[in-house]
């Protein structure tokens, strides 16, 4: 894979999620400003759990309380609605920061507090009645009505998925003349272990290919090896 294509992403990604962020702090008085980093490993992570895009990292920047955040492409091509969840669950974590409220503790600090509950409600998360096992109130879904208003962020997220998708897929194209066209790996978002098959682009451009199981879109791995050695890195 030529190695311009993790820095096209990076950029890309990067940009994306900042604009995003940008909104949410129009819309949201004390939400902190983030620094976005993407991780060398491309694996999807689902941006709705907490873990997907934290990295606990904290500073000063200008003078400013910043978060950081990590996105990678992966997770980013789960599709701009569950990535806008993501953003949002992390904005009331912003804002329990900002406020200096304590809304998360256990020794891996995942254990999401009522408290956070209800910043998670300021934000337009629907949080659980009940707490659940490890967590807490850490799933807060992003509802329908709620979705409508961040309609053009993601479909901007949604295109930005577009974007790297298909630099992935040109990154693995064959140089002209080819005969058959390098094959790349393209894996479904079965769980422990998505499914994972060998194409070529050829045939990865005909249409899209379902996971009969997760009933999921296959898409490219990306860098395939990266990803499958942090399979299992986190939760
Ligand atoms: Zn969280
Ligand atoms: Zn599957």
Redesign the pocket.
């Known amino acids: 894979m030529p190695p311009t294509a993790p820095v096209v992403h990076g950029a890309v990604i990067i940009s994306a999620i900042e604009t995003a962020w940008r909104e949410i702090r129009r819309r949201f008085d004390g939400v902190p400003d983030i620094c976005v980093t993407t991780p060398p490993t491309t694996g999807a992570q689902d941006p709705t759990k907490?873990?997907a895009l934290?990295t606990g990292r904290r500073f000063e920047r200008y003078g400013h309380l910043t978060m950081q955040l990590q996105v990678s492409s992966g997770t980013l091509g789960l599709g701009g609605r569950p990535m806008m969840e993501g953003l949002l669950?992390?904005a009331?974590?912003g804002l329990a920061l900002t406020r200096r409220i304590v809304?998360?503790s256990g020794g891996d600090r995942?254990w999401?507090n009522k408290k956070?509950g209800s910043l998670a409600r300021e934000v337009g998360l629907v949080p659980p009645a009940r707490a659940a096992k490890v967590?807490g109130r850490?799933r807060c879904p992003l509802p329908d009505s709620e979705a409508e208003k961040w309609a053009e962020v993601i479909a901007a997220l949604d295109a930005t998925a577009a974007v790297q998708l298909k630099a992935t897929i040109q990154a693995v194209a064959p140089p002209r003349g080819g005969r058959s066209g390098s094959r790349f790996a393209i894996v479904c978002e079965c769980t422990p272990v998505p499914r994972r098959q060998q194409v070529t682009p050829h045939f990865y451009e005909q249409g899209p290919l379902l996971c009969g199981l997760c009933l999921a879109k296959f898409r490219p791995a990306d860098s395939v090896v990266l990803s499958a050695q942090a399979a299992g890195e986190d939760l």
């Open positions: 907490c873990t934290r669950h992390h009331a974590h809304d998360v995942r999401h956070y967590i850490g």
